[in-house]
């Protein structure tokens, strides 16, 4: 006899109902990174450039006046996230002179914290590797006497092995590639050309910078590097002697 088995029925398991997520924009907020060494930090008030003090309230006292408040960071994130609707909030801090880019920065005084811009950031860091690529190339490019009038600019003394002028060079385009590319504008020019030969001078001590300004056997040629300059390069009889002073210690040191 045929077994009969009841099936049962399975149904389907009910759907809970998905509760509406709120997701919030990150554009809508504005967050402050702390760049000190401390795990934590806070700000009750400062003085702006104007000697004025300033505050952060909230919420009033019994008697209705503002309440004072501390603004801490947490010690964990190091980041201080506030909704753009907390105008004041943001205000005071970005106005505060422990915060980078500050109006009332002091140029002295390393920043406390800063405004958080990941998309800025990215592109003054893309900007910083260009500058120092563009550099590194241009260094490569330079030949030996061009490369002897970056290092002289710079205010280095070259030994004359030009490998290790080279090197110093390649450094400190990596390490400073704007000044380098400044120093690098126009190296063939007349302007350059006195610029390198004064720096000369000065390194061997034909020239020398006093109180009074620069001076060549105890007389002064010029108030600053400028005037000298023009001096040097107008005046063919001091160019002359100069030259002549510089090339008998230059000979003296080689020899």
Known sequence: MEQLVEKKKIGRPKRQPISPVNITEENEFVTFVLLSQNASYSLSGYTDKKGVRCTYTEGKDRNGNPLPKKVTFNSTSRHLRIHKESKKLIEFLKNAPQCKDSINAKPSTKPTFKISEPEKERKDLLVEKELAM??????????SEQLEKVAILAGMSPNGDINVTKEAVYDYSEKQPQNFLDLAKNLDSRDTE?????????????????????????IKIGADKTETIRRISNDKELHSALENKLNRLLSTIEA
Do not use: H, P
């Not at 563009?134 to 030949?143: Q, T, V």
């Open 194 to 218: 006195y610029k390198v030969f004064l720096a000369k001078c000065q390194d061997r001590g034909v020239i020398q910078l006093a109180d009074i300004g620069y001076t060549f056997d105890g």
């Open 134 to 143: 563009r550099a590194s190339k241009l260094a490569i490019e330079l030949n």
